[in-house]
């Protein structure tokens, strides 16, 4: 494990335990059983202080019960003790198949139940745990992050809802607007970017990709993704272009402007493969336009790359988009759920991220910076330098 050196020379917070909610229990059993494997072999010269107590174990997850009332209430129960101890609670608000009784008839839970499940497991574990950090990693409403009429600000409310309630930290990933840190200027938020994922996901299932600026370019659907798909240009040493959405302000369909035209901004995209790069993908819409208009231009091959797969409409305007030759390959992580229907399809690539947090918890769990966790340039030159190489070697 890289981290081991680091790690080996200094002591662990407080006893170490996970508490995913039902919302993502599968990713939290597999950065467990990195954490139980890695911690398994590790030998610390102070294992046997104190400090080390419970330091070893066979699983690091604490599992928060959340029974419901037949009115749609509940509440959260925690069956072992945690005083001492560094949790990391974490919760998919995103997680649309999961369903609970409200009187008699079922219901799918929304971002505002997980949410508040979230809060029932703050408030189980009673402000006995030396730290508590919760790992949200679709920022419970991000899109809502400032206000530009007489509206509701929900995501700084829930930031600092949960630092009212004793959150020390809060781990989210590619936040929409990360600047809605504001809110809590004096607690700690760590907006984490999984670019390495994306490039290691991209070439391990594409072998053929030539990496330099004649043969690819990075392109932002909107000037929201500007920033994302600038750092993944230059990482990559390509070229960058965007698109801006031109509305119709005098109208208003479903809560929005209606988008009139895109606009592009950038050099010629013939014949280059392209990353379309954004935070996350809702119906799809914006995309698969945004495809479209790249194939009038002549481009080859086009990758959706996305941190968050949420497809609200279903995967058929994206089947449609494969079988018509728009999109090549469409890729985003596991942070979220993840349909059976969406992980049969031939066109996806699913960027794992379990490895990656246990990273981070680990770290954090023995109080040391994540600073070179959170910026993984060197690790994406690695990753291409040692493709190209192997690329080569084929041709030989």
């Avoid at 050196?5 to 939290?28: F, H, Q, V």
Wanted: proline letters at 4%; one cysteine or more.
């Amino acid at each position: 494990m890289p981290n081991d050196e680091r790690i080996l020379e200094t002591m662990p917070y407080g006893k170490l335990a996970l508490i995913p909610t039902a919302s993502c229990a599968d990713l939290g059993q597999k950065i467990n059983d990195y954490l139980v494997g890695w911690r398994e072999h590790r030998e610390h010269e102070h294992q046997n202080e104190s400090a080390f107590n419970g330091y070893y174990r066979e699983s690091y997850i604490i599992e928060p019960i959340i029974p419901r009332f037949g009115t749609g209430e509940a509440k959260c129960v925690i069956n072992q003790s945690v005083r001492g101890y560094d949790l990391y609670i974490m919760v998919d608000v995103t997680n649309y198949s999961m369903t609970y009784s409200l009187c008699g008839q079922i219901s799918h839970m929304s971002p505002d139940d997980h949410f508040a499940d979230l809060k029932r497991v703050i408030a189980a574990v009673g402000g006995k745990a030396r730290r508590i950090t919760v790992i949200l990693p679709y920022l419970y409403e991000g899109r809502q992050h400032r206000r530009t009429s007489r509206e509701s600000l929900d995501c700084p409310l829930a930031l600092q809802e949960l630092v009212n309630m004793g959150v020390d930290n809060i781990i989210t990933f590619d936040a929409h607007d990360p600047r809605v840190v504001n809110a809590i200027p004096l607690s700690g938020f760590e907006n984490v970017m999984p670019s390495y994922q994306f490039i290691k996901g991209i070439l391990k299932n594409v072998k053929d990709l030539t990496i330099d600026a004649e043969h690819m370019m990075v392109i932002s659907p909107d000037e929201g993704a500007t920033d994302r798909a600038i750092y993944m240009a230059n990482v990559l040493g390509v070229e960058m272009g965007m698109f801006y959405k031109r509305r119709d302000y005098s109208k208003v369909v479903d809560g929005r402007n209606p988008i009139v035209a895109h606009e592009f901004l950038g050099s010629n995209v013939e014949g280059k493969d392209v990353m379309i790069i954004d935070d996350m993908i809702s119906s799809g819409e914006s995309v698969i336009d945004t495809a479209r208009e790249l194939k009038k231009r002549r481009a080859n091959r086009i990758f959706v790359v996305s941190t968050f797969g949420v497809f609200t409409n279903g995967l058929k305007a994206f089947d449609q988009a494969y079988e018509d030759g728009l999109i090549y390959r469409l890729v985003t992580t596991n942070l979220i759920y993840q349909t059976p229907e969406l992980l049969s399809k031939e066109y996806y690539i699913s960027c794992d991220m379990s490895k990656y947090i246990a990273y981070i918890v680990d770290t954090l769990n023995h109080d040391s910076s994540i600073s070179d966790l959170l910026n993984p340039y060197d690790r994406i030159k690695r990753y291409v330098k040692k493709y190209n190489e192997a690329k080569k070697g084929k041709k030989k």
